[in-house]
């Protein structure tokens, strides 16, 4: 048993039960597993059926330069470069050179040693730099680690930080060692905002996501982010449905407006779309903001422009006209 | 000295025991020569209103034992009416005035009808329920459930192997009864009734009225707290004017095509018409997150 | 960013209405000897088409073509073939289904979601399931050789009028027999697309009439002597004398009637998919299904929150132009179905319960109610105890499971209720407990041709759907008789 402080500011706003819910691992559990259960089938009905929603002409444009104004857009390969990632930043600030009135994105993504090519190339633009960090995305690795690999992103000047949460641990039920971790890195932050990935994919039910969620919050995430985009399955709606009842609830037991960024296996503006849907059905309009949701994504961002050429241009577009890099 | 017999009193069968008509009136039973056998109790509808409460009562326990437990009770009743075969013989042969043969056929009979339901009793799920091959993500089954109460208003020719034939199909399904029995015949039905009384039969699953069907078949068809008519044993001007008056409580009616056969093997109708289908759904989810729509 | 969604109409071309519609009997559409009656469009009040009614010389004519169509014809051929006109008109109905989708909301004022996503696309089902039986009847349990009852007199409701059609048509015609149908007279459109279906299905004439009318009609057809069995699906005050009038008769009758469906919702339910449990329960359909959830039973343990969250959840639904794929609740039916509603609620009002609506803005014209909630309801109350029929509901607590169960079968009715619990052992034991035909757990209004759908008590007899569907239009008197 340990105990462990949130961050000062929010330790005074929280009211009191949920800060008995973090007085020990004991009390976290107990807290954890009495959230109401989700029901995999209701669920998957309901994201189904907001995903009929049906936008149309005026209403669709604006949607689509929301979504373009909230994409974080990524790369996390291995075979990164400075070349890369250069080109990736010019995108994010330009994302349609021939339409230059097209929104930028909310930011980049990058690994922790890409930070400083992003931000000189991006200087000025308001486009934030995102780090991924705490060894992403499997997160297996010993804290100082997490924490080191945390700091070469804040030195290099990341305006956020996307960390992965230990899975292992909390599969295995430790679920105080989950939030000490995400205490301990979010502290590491300094003002970065912290993004923290569930890799809801690996927690594999409803529940856990739920769990996942409410854990992350209490431990002062500043998004709670639904996967690596590594694995399989990543963001689906009815696992965004159950993180977007997280926030909506938590701003009404806490007053606090915490974001959700959903991850991996968004491909297409209708899928975009049918995520603004749910944001604005489940959390409500207030959320419908770059600073309170994102997407995680690359290759929607070309669907997303080839849609607005289209909704301007009255026929649809093609992959050459936009660009691939 | 020869000794002189002891006459019974046959009195009503309710919630498992003996009581006189709350009326206090009788009537007397003659057997087939025209002679005095006895004076029978004369029901009355506060004895029925009495009967129905016993019922619902009796269907409470009896409906929430185990299948195989009415089984075995169901064929307790069996073991005791065979224990008192040669009673019933006699006591039919003065009644009706069939010959020693016909007379045991039919005592045989109804011994083989009660454990011909009796076997039937943890098969009904079987034969009439099903699990449902539904088209979305749910388990569903359907499983036959008694209906409450049912009223009997049993048929006359066949004192006892037809008061056993509309009987035993209404309790094997779990219902309890009150049967309005034929009014020649009413020392058979509480010489039944008290076979029925040692067989571990839950108090009020069966009760026996005698009296006069076109007095009290009409109080029974009214009861907003029965749930079921069985009107073998009214003629057809009765039949109507009782389906009629079923009609307000919505009763399920069950009228036989012809003239029963009741030494013929029974086929399921009675069974069905006494038993509700019940459909339940519950969601059997992914066992984790779907590879979804996103 | 001000969200709003644009209103996404459903073109009302492809319905291709006609300004008048025709009694379908024998095989072919001919004037009826009846008064022409209108049939309007809820969702904006005014005129759609004009239907010609029947009068009793028509019923009689349908009824001996049925009965000719029987004898000479249905019975003679061999029921793979039968069911393979079913498989016919099932494909028919998917082909031509988002025509049978706008005529459906267009006449009946439920959301062009609802009749693409669920009518529809349950009526080809329907017919489809009952086709493959019409070979099989022998392996239903009754008998090597189980026999049609003949003619089939059908009288269906205006809430679901073309899915009830495929109820009342499918199993009696893939058990072997003929029918007489009547649609009701503010929805009569959907079921004469149907008959057009039907018709280049080569079904043989006579086999299906379409009779068409009010109540009168209705009536004429279940007391008509050519008639060996009745379907009816209605209120129960109506099924009440339908019963009546036929006692004595030996007609075989099976009856679809009114329910107050208990939606029971315990502190340990997935809380968010009861919230939708619930709306889906007694906002589908506008309220106007006989197995509505419309009481809400709450554990009283979480009731405050749990209602709080519900309000909110329901202020977020869309109330408008049924064929807009946006709207979430439809039009009522009638103007009529409309005072009906009101009147409950204020009589609701009157008995001391208090009364929550959506603010939600409603369309000027047509018939419109907003989705509301009766709280501080008692079980005396006449809204906790009479069908409304519409988009209200009514809301009471309760302490313990036995209490719930309890106060759910305190009625006169049993045709459906909900049960929300994580607890595997209570939602199987609450199955058990409650007397009602159709029990969902964690779920709410789920139907398929496969899984039986009837009432306990006052909400009816009979099923459908399912073996036991089959069996009501079945001779199942199988008892041996004297000769």
Redesign the interface.
């Given at each position: 048993m340990t105990t462990r402080e949130l961050s000062p500011q929010a330790t005074e706003q929280l009211p009191a039960h949920l800060v008995d819910a973090t007085a020990d691992e004991s009390s976290l559990r107990r807290f954890l597993f009495g959230l109401?259960?989700?029901?995999?089938?209701?669920?998957?009905?309901?994201?189904?059926g907001l995903?009929?929603?049906?936008?149309?002409?005026?209403?669709?444009l604006?949607a689509i330069d929301?979504a373009i104004s909230m994409v974080d857009l990524t790369t996390l390969e291995g075979a990164d470069t400075p070349g890369k990632v250069r080109n990736l930043a010019r995108k994010a600030m330009m994302p349609d050179p021939d339409y230059p009135e097209t929104p930028r994105t909310a930011a980049i993504c990058v690994y922790p040693d890409m930070v400083p090519t992003g931000i000189s190339e991006l200087k000025g633009s308001g486009v934030k730099v995102a780090s991924v960090a705490s060894a992403f995305p499997s997160g297996r690795s010993s804290l100082e680690i997490k924490l080191a690999d945390t700091k070469i992103a804040v030195d290099g000047g990341a305006d956020e930080i996307d960390m992965v949460i230990d899975r292992g641990a909390f599969l295995a039920g430790r679920y105080g060692t989950v939030f000490e971790q995400i205490v301990a890195i979010k502290q590491a932050c300094g003002n970065a905002r912290l993004k923290v990935i569930l890799e809801?994919?690996e927690?594999?039910?409803?529940d856990n996501?739920r769990r996942g969620s409410w854990l992350a919050l209490l431990a002062g995430a500043d998004f709670i982010k639904t996967s690596t985009g590594k694995i399989?399955?990543?963001?689906?709606?009815?696992?965004v449905h159950v993180m977007l009842?997280a926030v909506k609830d938590w701003k009404i037991e806490t007053g606090e407006q915490r974001g959700v960024k959903?991850a991996g296996?968004?491909?297409t503006a209708k899928?975009a779309i049918?995520?603004l849907v749910a944001v604005?059905?489940i959390a409500g309009?207030e959320w419908?903001d770059p600073y309170y949701f994102r997407f995680g994504a690359s290759s929607v961002l070309n669907d997303l422009i080839m849609q607005r050429r289209a909704q301007l241009d009255g026929h649809y577009s093609g992959a050459d006209y936009v660009t691939a890099d | 000295m020869s000794h002189l017999a002891v006459s019974k009193t046959y009195k009503l069968f309710i919630a498992g025991a003996f009581p006189r008509s709350e009326s206090g009136r009788t009537y007397q039973a003659r057997d087939k020569k025209g002679d005095f056998m006895a004076n029978a109790a004369l029901a009355s509808r506060k004895d029925l209103r009495d009967a129905v409460v016993a019922a619902r009562k009796g269907y409470g326990a009896w409906s929430r034992a185990t299948a195989y437990n009415r089984g075995q009770v169901i064929y307790r009743i069996a073991e005791m009416l065979e224990g008192r075969r040669s009673e019933f013989v006699e006591l039919i042969m003065i009644s009706t005035g069939a010959s020693t043969n016909d007379s045991a056929a039919e005592v045989d009979a109804a011994i083989d009808r009660l454990v011909h339901y009796a076997g039937w009793t943890d098969k009904l799920a079987a034969v009439m329920g099903s699990a449902n091959p539904v088209s979305s993500p749910y388990f569903s089954y359907s499983a036959p459930e008694p209906t409450g109460v049912v009223g009997i208003v049993a048929p006359s020719g066949s004192p006892l192997l037809g008061l056993i034939s509309v009987i035993a199909p209404v309790i094997a399904g779990g219902n309890a009864c009150v049967v309005i029995a034929a009014d020649a015949d009413p020392c058979v039905a509480i010489t039944f009734a008290e076979v029925v009384a040692t067989s571990d039969v839950p108090a009020g699953v069966i009760n026996i009225l005698t009296g006069r069907i076109p007095e009290l078949a009409p109080h029974l068809a009214a009861h907003a707290d029965v749930n079921a008519l069985d009107l073998t044993g009214a003629d057809a001007e009765l039949r109507e004017s009782l389906g009629q008056a079923a009609a307000e409580t919505v009763k399920r009616v069950y009228v036989p095509r012809g003239v029963p056969d009741f030494i013929a093997t029974p086929g399921t109708a009675r069974l069905r018409a006494f038993l509700e289908i019940k459909t339940v759904w519950h969601p059997t989810g992914a066992l984790s997150l779907s590879g979804g729509t996103s | 960013m001000d969200w709003e969604y644009s209103a996404a109409p459903e073109s009302s071309a492809i319905a291709d209405i006609k300004d008048r519609y025709m009694p379908f009997i024998d095989g072919a559409f001919k004037e009826g000897g009846g008064e022409d009656r209108d049939t309007l469009n809820p969702g904006t009040g005014e005129r759609l088409s004009t239907v010609s009614t029947v009068n009793s010389s028509d019923i009689d004519r349908a009824v001996k073509a049925a009965r000719r169509a029987y004898e000479n014809v249905w019975s003679n051929i061999p029921r793979t073939e039968r069911g393979k006109y079913l498989f016919r008109i099932a494909r028919a109905i998917a082909e031509r289904s988002r025509e049978l989708a706008v005529v459906e909301t267009l006449d009946n004022g439920k959301p062009i979601k609802e009749t693409r996503d669920f009518d529809v696309p349950a009526t080809a089902q329907h017919f489809f399931y009952h086709a493959g039986w019409a070979d099989k009847l022998q392996h239903l349990g009754l008998g090597p050789a189980p026999q049609p009852l003949g003619v089939a007199g059908q009288v269906i409701p205006w809430n679901f009028p073309l899915l009830m059609a495929a109820w009342k048509i499918a199993p009696a015609l893939a058990a072997g027999n003929t029918v007489v149908i009547k649609p009701a007279e503010t929805t009569p459109l959907s079921i004469l697309v149907l008959a057009e279906i039907i018709a280049d299905a080569d079904l043989p004439p006579g086999v299906v009439n379409i009779v068409t009318g009010a109540g009168d009609v209705g009536s004429m057809l279940i007391n008509h002597a050519g008639i060996d069995k009745v379907a009816f699906t209605g209120s129960t005050a109506v099924g009440r004398r339908i019963q009546r009038e036929l006692a004595g008769t030996g007609r075989k009758i099976t009856l679809e009637l009114g329910g107050k469906g208990a939606n029971i919702i315990f502190e340990d339910a997935a809380q968010d998919q009861a919230v939708e449990g619930i709306i889906n329960g007694i906002f589908f359909n506008q309220g106007q299904v006989c197995c509505a959830g419309s009481r809400l039973l709450v554990q009283e343990s979480i009731a405050d929150e749990f209602i709080e969250r519900l309000k909110q959840r329901v202020e977020t639904l869309r109330v408008g132009d049924p064929m807009d794929k946006n709207t979430d609740v439809g039009a009522i039916n009638s103007e009529a179905q409309l005072g009906r509603i009101t009147a409950l609620m204020n009589a609701g009002i009157a008995e001391g319960a208090e009364l929550w609506s959506s603010s939600c803005p409603l369309p000027k014209n047509g018939y419109y109610l907003s989705p509301s909630i009766f709280t501080s309801a008692t079980p005396s109350m006449r809204i906790a105890r009479e069908e409304i029929f519409g988009p209200v509901l009514t809301t009471m607590t309760f302490r313990t499971p036995d209490e719930a169960v309890l106060k759910a079968n305190n009625s006169p009715y049993g045709l459906s209720a909900g049960v929300w619990t994580e607890k595997g052992s209570r939602a199987m034991g609450m199955a058990a407990a409650l007397r009602a035909g159709v029990i969902w757990d964690n779920t709410f209004n789920r139907f398929d041709p496969a899984a039986s759908f009837g009432g306990y008590k006052e909400s009816g007899f009979g099923r459908e759907g399912g073996p036991s569907g089959l069996a009501a239009y079945l001779d199942t008197d199988d008892e041996a008789v004297a000769r």
């Open positions: 109401p259960g989700v029901d995999p089938v209701g669920i998957e009905q309901r994201a189904a995903a009929t929603r049906s936008i149309k002409r005026a209403s669709k604006a929301m809801t994919g927690l594999a039910t409803y996501v399989s399955p990543a963001a689906t709606l009815p696992v009842q959903p296996g968004i491909r899928d049918r995520y604005n059905e309009p419908l | - | -």
